[in-house]
T-cell receptor
Framework: KAGVTQTPRYLIKTRGQQVTLSCSPI?????VSWYQQTPGQGLQFLFE???????NKGNFPGRFSGRQFSNSRSEMNVSTLELGDSALYLC????????????????FGPGTRLTVL | AQSVAQPEDQVNVAEGNPLTVKCTYS??????LFWYVQYPNRGLQFLLK??????LVKGSYGFEAEFNKSQTSFHLKKPSALVSDSALYFC???????????????FGSGTRLQVQP
């Protein structure tokens, strides 16, 4: 099976712009999670989707949003970019069954490196 | 609230020696514990998990971890380290909050393992 893919891999934006990142999970996986990784804050959970429904949300401002499509592909959007949004954004997919979603490991994509100037 | 702590930013070990990467956790319910590894410029890879059952869990690449409920720890171990084990290691805990049903996957700050030849 193909792994989790994320596009684009690298992105440079300026403050105030918005950005959309895309994630395609492993075939058959219905759960997609997003994380922000920075040197200072480490790996922080953004949100989790299962079958197009947001199941869980981290402590990020409303500028960060996401969605999941019927084919399980997911996008996350960041509006009004700030310098502090520069980070590696990781997407992970997991599980084919919501009953197992808590127990199953996650498979991570390579990430999108966002730089905000 | 749940949390997970990795008290060591970096662990240095000589090749062939045993290694331990420490992790402690705090959850309100039963913990579901995971270890992931991250190589440079790549996403995280799953190593092993504890859901229930035997306290000693075996995972990929010869790694194992011991779940200790009384000490709320889940230390990662390997009997003989390889130079190729040098990477960033993350401990994570999934907790289901009894009152809210909220599910969160929280990662530790990461421990950089450096194995010297």
């Amino acid at each position: 099976k193909a792994g989790v893919t994320q596009t684009p891999r690298y992105l440079i934006k300026t403050r105030g712009q918005q950005v959309t990142l895309s994630c395609s999970p492993i075939s058959g996986h219905r759960s997609v999670s997003w994380y922000q990784q920075t040197p200072g804050q480490g790996l922080q959970f953004l949100f989790e989707y299962f079958s197009e429904t947001q199941r869980n949300k981290g402590n990020f401002p409303g500028r960060f949003s996401g969605r999941q499509f019927s084919n399980s592909r997911s996008e996350m959007n960041v509006s009004t970019l700030e310098l502090g949004d520069s980070a590696l954004y990781l997407c992970a997919s997991s599980s084919q069954d919501v009953g197992l979603a808590d127990y199953n490991e996650q498979f991570f994509g390579p990430g999108t490196r966002l730089t905000v100037l | 609230a749940q949390s997970v702590a990795q008290p060591e930013d970096q662990v240095n070990v000589a090749e062939g020696n045993p290694l331990t990467v420490k992790c402690t956790y705090s959850v309100s319910g039963n913990p579901y514990l995971f270890w992931y590894v991250q190589y440079p410029n790549r996403g995280l890879q799953f190593l092993l998990k504890y859901i229930t059952g035997d306290n000693l869990v075996k995972g990929s690449y010869g790694f194992e971890a011991e779940f200790n409920k009384s000490q709320t720890s889940f230390h990662l171990k390997k009997p003989s380290a390889l130079v190729s084990d040098s990477a960033l290691y993350f401990c994570a805990v999934r907790d289901i909050e009894r009152n809210t049903g909220r599910r969160a996957l929280t990662f530790g700050s990461g421990t950089r393992l450096q194995v010297q030849p």
